[in-house]
C-alpha cells in the first residue's frame, strides 16, 4: 500500500448497494447531507427487483398486528425476536403509504377498503400481501431509483466494486476521538472500492457508511438470487471485525421454474396463495403427506417435500399446477410469470410448471441493533445482510421488502438524530493493481463453481454432520490455497466475489456445526430433533 491523497471528496454518508434498503436510507437521509450510493454491477441488477410477490402491510389495527406477529415467529420456529417483530409489524401501514408516496403504483381494487388488491402468501392466515401484479421488486425499485437519481444530494455510482471497509489503522496522521462512543476501540471512515471502469482502488472517505448488499445466494448452484449476491457486505463486515449470527439459515424457495441452462426463475408464492398446487409428473398431489397447510406450509416444509419426493422419485422436477386458474385469469394477475414461462414453452393454463427449489433468501447476516448499528462505530447495515432477529429460522414470505423499508427509515432516522463529524483524513491505498490473466480470471471461475456445488451438495436443503465437516475443510483448503496476496495484488470483481464467498460460505458452515438440532431452514438428518428452548447461532471475528 502506499499513501495517496482520497481521489473523492468525504461525503456524510456512503450507502454499499442500490436496493431497496439501500435507496431507503438514502432518500430518508438526502434532505439532511450528501449520500454516494455504491452499485457494483447495473442499477437493475439487484433481488429487490426481481421479487414478485409484494410487502406485506398490516392494516386492520391491533388483531391484524397480533396475527402477522404470529405468523411471523410460527415460520420462525421460535427463535424470532418478538419485540423486533412487534415494531416491524407496526411500522409495516406507515411503509406502504410511504412507497405509495414514492410513486410505486400497487395493483388498485375498488372493492377493497384501502383501494389497493391484497393476497395471501404461503405461512401467512390472512391477506395481507400488497403488490403489483407480480411484479412488485421491480415496481418499488424503479420508483425510488428515480427518485435517488434526481435528487440533487444522491450520487449514484454505477460500476464500482466494494472491498472493505476503512479503519482507523488505514487512516494517517493523529485521530481525534471527539464525540466518539464510549469505550469505542475502532471506527469506519468509509471504504475502499474498485472502478471497474478505470480499475484502479479508491479510498471514500465518509462520516458513516451503510452495508445494504444483500445476502450470499451466488454460495449455491441453484438460486433466485442475481449474479450480484455474493455476500459482499457480510464479509466486508466480518474482516473489519463485526459478529455475524444464524448463517446457517439459509431460506430456499420451493418453487423456481426448472431451467438447468440458465439462472432460476421465480415462481412466486403467490400462485400457491391463489390456489395453485404441487403434483408428481403422474398427477399425484403429494403435500398432504407433509403437512395440514398443503401448498400454503412455510417455505423450508415445502422445499423439503419438494426435495425429498425428487430423491424418492428420481426426478428432476416436480409440477405447480395453475391451469385450473384459467388463462384469463392467470394472465391478469400473473402476467410476468406467464410470459416468461411461455417464453420458455409452457403455456401454464394448460400444463403445471416443471419447479425445483432453490436458493433464495439470507435469514442471518451482521449482528446489528435496532438502529442498525454494527459492533464497528459508525458502520450500519441494513436489509437482507443483517440479523435482527425479525426471521429467526425461516423467512415469512413477503417480509423482507419489509424489512428494508422499515429499518431502512430506521437507520435514516438514527443518523440523522446522531450526526458525526465529516473528515477530511488522508488513507492509505492500494498500488496500481495488475489486471488479471484469462489464466487467472479462469481459475476462479472455476474455483467458484467447485464452491457453489459443494454448497448444495453438503450444506444444502438436507444436511448431515460428516457432509458438513467435509464441506468445511474444503472451503477452509480453497482460502489456505489462494491466500490474501492474490486478491491485493490483482484485484480484479472475480477475486473480491470470491474472497466473500468463501468468507460467507465458512460462516454458514460454523454456524451449521453449532447448531446441536434441526429447526426451520436448518435441517441435518444426524440431528432432526428440535430443541424445546433455543438461541441464535453467534459467531466472533478476531479483531482486525
Same mark, same amino acid.
Given at each position: ?61 391491533? %388483531? ?24 416491524? !409489524? ?67 455510482? #454505477? ?9 482507523? =489503522? ?17 471506527? $469506519? ?38 449474479? !450480484? ?59 398432504? #403427506? ?58 401454464? !393454463?394448460?400444463? /403445471? ?9 439470507? $435469514? ?7 438502529? /442498525? ?21 425461516? =423467512? ?92 491485493? %495484488? ?13 468468507? $460467507? ?40
Amino acid at each position: 500500500m502506499k499513501q495517496v491523497k482520497t481521489p473523492i471528496q468525504p461525503v456524510d454518508l456512503i450507502i454499499v448497494g442500490a436496493g431497496l434498503a439501500g435507496l431507503t436510507v438514502a432518500l430518508n437521509l438526502a434532505p439532511y447531507g450528501q449520500v454516494i450510493v455504491i452499485a457494483k454491477s447495473d442499477f437493475g441488477e439487484t433481488a429487490t427487483a426481481w421479487a414478485q410477490g409484494g410487502i406485506v402491510g398490516v392494516m386492520d389495527g391491533k %388483531d391484524g398486528i397480533e396475527s402477522h406477529i404470529r405468523d411471523t415467529m410460527t415460520a420462525g420456529a421460535g427463535i424470532v425476536d418478538e419485540s423486533v417483530a412487534r415494531f416491524i !409489524s407496526e411500522c409495516s401501514c406507515a411503509a406502504i403509504q410511504w412507497l405509495i408516496q414514492q410513486g410505486v403504483a400497487f395493483t388498485q381494487d375498488l372493492d377493497s377498503p384501502f383501494g389497493l388488491h391484497v393476497t395471501r402468501e404461503g405461512g401467512h392466515t390472512q391477506r395481507r400481501i400488497f403488490h403489483a401484479a407480480d411484479a412488485t421488486g421491480k415496481a418499488i425499485h424503479q420508483a425510488l431509483l428515480y427518485r435517488a437519481q434526481v435528487h440533487p444530494n444522491i450520487q449514484i455510482m #454505477e460500476h464500482w466494486v466494494a472491498i472493505d471497509v476503512l479503519k482507523s =489503522r488505514h487512516i494517517l496522521g493523529q485521530i481525534s476521538q471527539h464525540n466518539e462512543p464510549k469505550g469505542s476501540q475502532d471506527r $469506519c471512515f468509509g471504504i475502499y472500492a474498485l472502478s471497474k471502469e478505470h480499475h484502479e482502488v479508491m479510498a471514500i472517505l465518509a462520516s458513516d457508511v451503510v452495508i445494504a448488499t444483500g445476502g450470499v445466494g451466488q454460495a449455491y448452484l441453484h438460486t433466485t438470487n442475481p449474479i !450480484s449476491s455474493t455476500g459482499d457486505g457480510i464479509a466486508m463486515a466480518w474482516r473489519a471485525g463485526c459478529r455475524v449470527a444464524n448463517m446457517e439459515f439459509i431460506q430456499f424457495h420451493p418453487t423456481t421454474f426448472y431451467q438447468p441452462r440458465s439462472r432460476s426463475l421465480l415462481i412466486t408464492e403467490a400462485l400457491r396463495g391463489e390456489g395453485a398446487y404441487l403434483t408428481l409428473p403422474n398427477g399425484f398431489r403429494f403435500m398432504s #403427506e407433509y403437512d395440514a397447510r398443503l401448498e400454503l406450509a412455510p417455505r423450508d416444509i415445502v422445499a423439503r417435500a419438494i426435495d425429498a419426493e425428487i430423491k424418492k422419485h428420481q426426478l428432476e422436477y416436480v409440477l405447480l399446477d395453475a391451469s385450473h386458474l384459467g388463462e384469463k385469469w392467470l394472465k391478469e394477475h400473473f402476467p410476468t410469470i406467464f410470459e416468461r414461462c411461455l417464453e420458455e414453452g409452457i403455456d401454464i !393454463s394448460k400444463r /403445471g410448471i416443471p419447479v425445483v427449489p432453490a436458493a433464495h433468501y439470507t $435469514c442471518g447476516g451482521i449482528v446489528v441493533s435496532q438502529d /442498525g448499528q454494527t459492533d464497528i462505530a459508525h458502520l450500519y447495515a441494513v436489509g437482507e445482510s443483517t440479523y435482527t432477529g425479525f426471521h429467526g429460522a425461516n =423467512r415469512l414470505a413477503s417480509n423482507s421488502l419489509l424489512e428494508c423499508v422499515v429499518m431502512g427509515q430506521r437507520v435514516a432516522q438514527h443518523l440523522r438524530n446522531h450526526p458525526s463529524n465529516r473528515y477530511s483524513y488522508q488513507a492509505k491505498l492500494w498500488a496500481p493493481v495488475a489486471k488479471c490473466s484469462k489464466h487467472d480470471l479462469a481459475e476462479m471461475s472455476r474455483r467458484r463453481d467447485c464452491l457453489r456445488h459443494l454448497m448444495w451438495n453438503e450444506v444444502g436443503i438436507v444436511r448431515s454432520q460428516q457432509g458438513l465437516e467435509h464441506a468445511l475443510q474444503e472451503i477452509q483448503n480453497m482460502q489456505n490455497t489462494i491466500g490474501d496476496e492474490f486478491y491485493n %495484488d490483482q484485484m480484479h470483481q472475480e477475486g473480491i466475489e470470491l474472497r466473500n464467498l468463501l468468507i $460467507c460460505a465458512e460462516c454458514i458452515v460454523l454456524c451449521a456445526l453449532l447448531r446441536y438440532e434441526s429447526r426451520g431452514t436448518h435441517y441435518n438428518r444426524d440431528r432432526p430433533h428440535t430443541l424445546m428452548q433455543s438461541t441464535a447461532t453467534i459467531l466472533t471475528p478476531s479483531r482486525n
